[in-house]
């Protein structure tokens, strides 16, 4: 039996690290979410409102379920509402009608409340750091960790516009070029790189959070579980042993 529960695990692990290799050929950043930081979770919220919800929704999350889960004041709640008749029970909407955002892009831009959930906070961290220029797409700009991506870089005014550098592979008719890195835009952003990756590290960390609000919740009644288990473990020894003391065997 021990050994059939060593081999289910490392051929999980290896299915794990397969599935991950398989997302894409650059790789993925760690994005170290720490979702006990309800700064840093405020300040993705923050983010998210003022860049993201211009296309995309999060019809799952509700405003009060935020200020509630991050401990937010009236006021820090208020200023994540996009307007003065916005109610705590209304879902994150955005603000872009479907029929435009469809002749715009060709698609109407998805829903991201579970986006960190399908794709992972490290695909989702990687996605949103590693923007690049290339003249051949619809919009100018491309994405390692997502490739022929249909949006816009809508932070490259902060980030600035990576440049890619290729690798040539093949001859001839099967030459093929394979991004291997990317280096610092031609002309800096406002941030500077390491201010934008703690900036799109908090983004990605409230849609971890968004995706799952109920890990909040996990991480604070865990500790108090354990020490149940614990003392009620010490309990049904000690009444084991009280039990068996006079039987003989």
Not at 155 to 175: D, F, I, M, R, S
Not at 204 to 224: C, D, I, K, S, W
Request: charged content about 20%.
């Amino acid at each position: 039996m021990t050994r059939l529960t060593f081999l289910i695990v490392v051929l999980g692990m290896l299915v794990a690290s397969g599935a991950k290799a398989a997302s894409g050929s650059y790789p993925l950043k760690e994005a170290n979410v720490d979702l006990g930081d309800e700064a840093s979770l405020y300040r993705g919220a923050q983010t998210f409102m003022d860049s993201c919800s211009t296309c995309h929704s999060a019809s799952m999350m509700r405003f009060g379920r935020i200020g509630k889960d991050l401990g937010l004041s009236d006021e820090q709640l208020a200023e994540l509402m996009p307007t003065e008749t916005t109610k705590p029970g209304d879902t994150i909407e955005s603000h872009m009608p479907a029929g435009y955002a469809k002749n715009t892009f060709g698609i109407v831009p998805p829903d991201l409340t579970l986006v960190a959930r399908v794709q992972g906070a490290d695909w989702l961290y990687t996605y949103l750091t590693t923007f690049y220029a290339d003249p051949d797409a619809p919009w100018g700009v491309n994405n390692a960790a997502f490739p022929g991506v249909g949006m816009p870089h809508v932070l490259a005014a902060e980030q600035g516009l990576l440049q890619p550098v290729y690798e040539t592979h093949g001859e001839g008719e099967n030459t093929r070029q394979e991004l291997v890195d990317l280096k610092a835009p031609e002309r800096p952003g406002t941030m500077s790189q390491e201010a934008f990756e703690r900036k799109m590290h908090d983004l990605t960390a409230f849609m971890v959070y968004m995706a799952e609000p109920a890990a909040l919740l996990r991480m604070h009644y865990g500790p108090y579980v354990l020490v149940f288990l614990f003392i009620f473990s010490v309990l049904m020894y000690l009444v084991k042993k009280e039990y068996w003391r006079d039987i003989k065997h």
